[in-house]
């Protein structure tokens, strides 16, 4: 099954996502956000947030930097190894397969109890585009690749690995990428 790709994956790569975050109160941010995996292992950062997994053992530490908040366990891998695994799925449907400027993807729609989340999957099994909805309608997140590589920093994999950015400083500027659309 296509969500089983997504969370079992053992394939290199680095993918870096301009996302635009609607947040309850009304405020846009846009944002960059990067993934990287290798064999078992996940990064995953945002310009606020760190976690490293191993998705086999679905282990994981979470830090959001800037404060000593930590957060250890499968809670924090089930959510950075594939289509997120926290919540209940209550639906799932492939809805086809589309181009981007990475190659083919497969659709992919997600409903749990709170969310609608739909993926593009690539046929690596990475997560080239994402929304989410609150089941209302209310669109929380939209996000796309700006950058897809079959390659990884060297030791991103390690808590000692997290107090420094794998991201190149390119994506890390406030560039204005164009706004993703949800589509």
């Not at 749990?112 to 593009?120: E, G, V």
């Not at 209302?136 to 000692?160: H, Y």
Request: hydrophobic fraction near 40%; charged fraction near 25%; glycine fraction near 6%.
């Amino acid at each position: 099954m296509l969500i089983d790709l997504t969370r079992e994956t053992r394939k290199t790569y680095s993918l870096v996502t301009w996302n635009r975050v609607t947040r309850r109160d009304g405020t846009v941010i846009e944002e960059w956000s990067a993934e990287f995996h290798d064999g078992v292992h996940h990064r995953v950062e945002t310009p606020r947030d760190r976690l490293i997994a191993d998705c086999a053992r679905m282990t994981g530490t979470y830090v959001q930097m800037g404060s000593a908040k930590m957060i250890n366990g499968a809670t924090v891998a089930r959510a950075a190894c594939g289509v997120q695994a926290n919540s209940i799925i209550q639906s799932a449907r492939v809805a086809g397969k589309r181009e981007t400027r990475f190659g083919p993807v497969t659709h992919l729609i997600v409903v749990d109890a709170d969310s609608i989340r739909t993926y593009d999957v690539d046929v690596s099994g990475a997560l080239l585009g994402a929304t989410i909805s609150d089941r209302d309608g209310s669109l929380r997140l939209v996000s796309r690749a700006v950058s897809f590589t079959a390659d990884v920093p060297p030791d991103i994999f390690s808590m000692e690995s997290l107090g420094k950015s794998a991201v190149p400083e390119r994506f890390r500027k406030s560039v204005r990428y164009p706004a993703p659309t949800a589509d």
